[in-house]
T-cell receptor
């Protein structure tokens, strides 16, 4: 089955700096890769996603890149703000069959004012 | 999109007892999933709740411990049976919704379970 690894487990950056979180997946059939942000005591919320037929996607300060050959994808947050502080999870799934999300272990991001 | 509610939002239970968690979606959906999030950990898929048939469990999860019902396309329950302190977690249901675009998977608010 699918296995998703995520690094780093914690990340501390200065406000305004960039943050990068990396994930690798094992199942070459996975074709959808969402990123979720979870604030303390709240449910995970989708912040950006990418399909396997796209190499990069950007939404304002957030971008995701995908390297299918290497089976890894990354989340990039630019101009970080204190409200970006949260736990971020990557996930992978097959959107044409199981739709089961397999999550990475999570990255706790702290943005220092 | 799909709006999901869960009941109860939290509970404190004694070991050896069982708790049933309800998940209600505001529209008919084909797929519903149950996840567990242990304290400080990631989300782990427990099972896929199938309408009209037995749930499909992931490795490490069994029906006797986590029986699931899915009586219709908007509702599912997860029971945590014979609880122990190790079952203390947040339990979340989710669905990718329904329609032409199977993108975002929506999560319920979660049920925070503490077992004493």
């Amino acid at each position: 089955g699918e296995n998703v690894e995520q690094h780093p487990s914690t990340l501390s950056v200065q406000e305004g700096d960039s943050a990068v979180i990396k994930c690798t997946y094992s199942d070459s059939a996975s074709n959808y890769f969402p990123w979720y942000k979870q604030e303390l005591g709240k449910r995970p919320q989708l912040i950006i996603d990418i399909r396997s037929n796209v190499g990069e996607k950007k939404d304002q300060r957030i971008a995701v890149t995908l390297n299918k050959t290497a089976k890894h994808f990354s989340l990039h947050i630019t101009e970080t703000q204190p409200e970006d502080s949260a736990v971020y999870f990557c996930a992978a799934t097959r959107m044409d069959s199981s739709y089961k999300l397999i999550f990475g272990s999570g990255t706790r991001l702290l943005v220092r004012p | 999109s799909a709006v999901i509610s869960q009941k109860p939002s939290r509970d404190i239970c004694q070991r050896g007892t069982s708790l049933t968690i309800q998940c209600q979606v505001d529209s008919q959906v084909t797929m519903m999933f149950w996840y567990r999030q242990q304290p400080g950990q990631s989300l782990t898929l427990i099972a896929t709740a199938n309408q009209g048939s037995e749930a499909t469990y992931e490795s490490g999860f069994v029906i006797d411990k986590f029986p699931i019902s899915r009586p219709n396309l908007t509702f599912s329950t997860l029971t945590v049976s014979n609880m122990s302190p190790e079952d203390s977690s947040i339990y979340l249901c989710s669905t990718p919704g329904q329609g032409a675009i199977y993108n975002e998977q929506f999560f319920g608010p979660g049920t925070r379970l503490t077992v004493l």
